[in-house]
């Protein structure tokens, strides 16, 4: 398992794919203020909320990647026939593109919150819930890759999978930096991603089953 998280993170690195992710989420996040206008207020009262949108958008550029050249290569079988849990391949996969964009896009939170006018406070508030809510991203994207790998024009539709399944950390990731009700805010997000690391590589290892049939 640990074998495949670092071969898997290393293919993510050396492809890009995690620049990618942070260039996107940077150019989103500067974006923003261009197009609100220069006040500085406007921009502090949204700017979490963006980061947290920018950090969804970016969390899609990898998925098509990250289950359909395995798939394609007959990787999986190798793992069936050797007695391995799918199941804990796709975990293993979650970890693997949750390292590749998770902690990088924290990092880069702190540059989008200069260019946001976010306070200390609020900034301190985004990157717990990054560091809650990413992982449940990571899953995610993971089961999506699998349910669309192998689907003639799947990058086409992975937004339109993963975005509506996304909604509830969206949300509840911009609802944890109410200074009032955060904190019941950042324990739904909590539970969500739970959720979703939990059960999403039972679906992706059912999906990526199908798709050898």
Do not use: C
């Amino acid at each position: 398992m640990i074998a495949l998280i670092r071969r898997d993170l290393r293919r993510s690195v050396s492809s890009g794919g995690a620049t990618l992710v942070v260039a996107f989420f940077l150019l989103v996040a500067t974006l923003f203020p261009f197009a609100i206008g220069p006040d500085a207020a406007l921009l502090a009262r949204i700017g979490g909320g963006v980061i947290w949108t920018a950090a969804l958008l970016a969390a899609l550029l990898p998925v098509e990647r990250l289950v359909s050249p395995d798939l394609e290569g007959g990787l999986f079988e190798q793992f069936v026939v050797r007695g391995m849990s799918l199941a804990l391949v796709a975990l293993a996969k979650t970890i693997a593109h949750w390292l590749s964009f998770g902690p990088p896009l924290m990092l880069a939170a702190v540059i989008a919150a200069g260019l946001l006018n976010l306070s200390a406070d609020t900034l301190l508030r985004v990157e717990v819930g990054l560091l809650i809510g990413t992982p449940g991203l990571a899953a995610l994207a993971v089961a999506t890759s699998a349910l669309v790998a192998g689907v003639r024009g799947g990058g086409a539709v992975t937004g339109l999978v993963m975005l509506p399944l996304a909604v509830p950390l969206l949300i509840f990731g911009a609802g944890s930096l109410d200074p009032a009700g955060g904190a019941g805010a950042v324990k739904l997000l909590a539970a969500v991603s739970l959720v979703f690391v939990a059960g999403a590589p039972f679906l992706a290892a059912a999906a990526i089953r199908a798709g050898m049939d």
